[in-house]
């Protein structure tokens, strides 16, 4: 299954279209993917809608 590419919240974070794209994304980080970047969870963007990834817990 190809992933949805991501687009920039007007925040200027990486945008995730939903929570699935987001978790998806989430699982290569912790695959080694992206390791510096330390994301550990997913949360939903009142600014945008979407969803975006966070290093808070």
Do not use: I, N, V
């Amino acid at each position: 299954m190809k992933r949805p590419r991501a687009r920039r919240c007007p925040t200027g974070k990486f945008r995730h279209p939903d929570e699935t794209a987001a978790r998806m994304a989430l699982q290569g980080y912790h695959r080694g993917r992206r390791p510096r970047r330390g994301e550990q969870t997913a949360y939903a963007c009142t600014s945008c809608g979407g969803w975006h990834l966070t290093s808070e817990r």
